[in-house]
Nanobody, 117 residues
Framework: QVQLVESGGGLVQPGGSLRLSCAASGTLSSINAMGWYRQAPGKQRELVAIIGSGGSTNYADSVKGRFTISRDNAKNMVYLQMNSLKPEDTAAYYC???????????WGQGTQVTVSS
């Protein structure tokens, strides 16, 4: 099993910044991907950004140029730096750990990000 603990959500004004962190523990794999999804009320969960163990990244078009995903393999952590936040970024953000070649997914409990003046 894999456990994920997220932190860093909160309330921020439009144009502001937040940094999300997620720590993975348990039975981990050297082959993995870590990332962030988000889900707004009444909407489906969607990919925000994902990063492979080798450092390759993929971003949703809506966040390109504003969000940056990074990871610290030694600490089994993934980060999401969110700049120029918009009200439409408001959602619960979930950390993902995708384990091994078979891609078994584990999820964090979610952290709320609210962008409002």
């Amino acid at each position: 099993q894999v456990q994920l603990v997220e932190s860093g959500g909160g309330l921020v004004q439009p144009g502001g910044s937040l940094r999300l962190s997620c720590a993975a523990s348990g039975t981990l794999s050297s082959i993995n991907a870590m990332g962030w999804y988000r889900q707004a009320p009444g909407k489906q969960r969607e990919l925000v950004a994902i990063i492979g163990s080798g450092g390759s990244t993929n971003y949703a078009d809506s966040v390109k140029g504003r969000f940056t995903i990074s990871r610290d393999n030694a600490k089994n952590m993934v980060y999401l730096q969110m700049n120029s936040l918009k009200p439409e970024d408001t959602a619960a953000y979930y950390c993902l750990y995708r384990k091994g070649l078979r891609g078994v997914d584990y999820w964090g409990q979610g952290t709320q990000v609210t962008v409002s003046s």
